[in-house]
């Protein structure tokens, strides 16, 4: 094995998007072996929760976990740090301020999502929205079937599979691999501020991100999110911040549907605060929000200068 490390760092760039289609399809055949087998041994049938969140687990690991390790492996001689899994040298705060500045946008992505919500399709491709937003239902109302659990036993699976996985697994494929694989070269901390390719690819993975998802009417915030994930890798120099703000987005919707649900509450509250009636809620969540974001860059590239 150790003699693949590395051994194709100078293919040409068609031959590595091969390579990791061929890596994504491989792990993807496994992880559908793996299902079916899951599915008769437990005897099961397909619309079972619990086997589906079996499914979602399998699907992140197999698609977007694997995929990136394993070709890592072959394009570098250090594929730890190409993939940009090292500690970062940043301080405890960013720790801190990194889930802060999801926690306090939840409203703001409330309002972004209500604003795309707004937005419709020319006439001529009206069947195309119509065929969207009845998949964005499903999938609306897969995910809250998912979210209906009644013990910690059930939130924690959720964590695991809805949050950690699904976390772990996308930014490894969106930003160590994407994202680096988009700049002229493997960058470094603050690189953005000196390359404007770094820019340009923080932003083209961010709407691949948003895309893969077919959500067109979240479309918005989840590409500004997935901007912010990137800038947050560029910036720290390490995936495991971008990590941390993507579980905590995830994690804080499954927790408070957790308590929601467990409580007799309305849900509606979750996807419409900062909107209507509380429109100065997502206002002053996005102006918070953008405080703490450029407060993060500056500490980071205050940091840079020091070192």
Not at 30 to 40: C, D, E, N, S, T
Request: glycine share 6%.
């Amino acid at each position: 094995m150790s003699r693949l490390r590395g051994r194709y760092k100078e293919s040409k760039p068609l031959f590595k998007v091969l390579q990791w289609i061929g890596a994504v399809c491989l792990f993807t055949i496994i992880a559908m072996v793996l299902m079916v087998a899951f599915q008769r041994l437990a005897g099961v049938s397909a619309q079972n929760i619990n086997y589906l969140k079996v499914v979602q687990a399998l699907q992140s690991v197999g698609v977007f976990l694997l995929p990136p390790l394993c070709v890592a492996y072959l394009w570098s001689d250090e594929p730890y740090r190409w993939l940009h899994l090292q500690k970062p040298s940043s301080g405890a705060v960013i720790w801190v301020l990194v889930p802060l500045s999801i926690i306090v946008s939840f409203p703001c992505v409330n309002l972004l999502t209500h604003l795309n919500e707004q937005l419709s399709m020319p006439s001529f491709l009206e069947p195309l929205e119509q065929t969207m937003k009845e998949m964005e239902l499903r999938a609306q109302e897969l995910t809250e079937s998912f979210l209906q659990v009644s013990s910690v036993g059930g939130l924690v699976v959720n964590l695991i599979v809805m949050a950690f996985l699904a976390a772990m697994g996308e930014e490894l494929t969106f930003r160590s691999l994407l994202l680096n694989s988009f700049t002229s070269q493997s960058f470094q901390r603050g690189q953005v501020e000196r390359q404007a390719s770094a820019h340009i690819a923080v932003w083209v993975v961010a709407i691949i991100f948003s895309a893969i998802h077919f959500q067109f009417y979240g479309f918005l915030p989840r590409m500004l999110l997935g901007a912010y994930f990137g800038y947050l890798l560029i910036w720290t120099g390490s995936v495991w911040i971008p990590v941390l703000a993507h579980f905590t987005n995830n994690a804080f919707a499954v927790t408070a549907s957790y308590v929601v649900y467990n409580n007799d509450m309305d849900t509606a509250w979750l996807e419409t605060l900062g909107t209507g009636e509380t429109l100065w809620v997502g206002i002053v969540s996005m102006v918070l929000s953008v405080i703490i974001i450029l407060y993060i860059r500056k500490i980071q590239l205050m940091g840079i200068k020091s070192e």
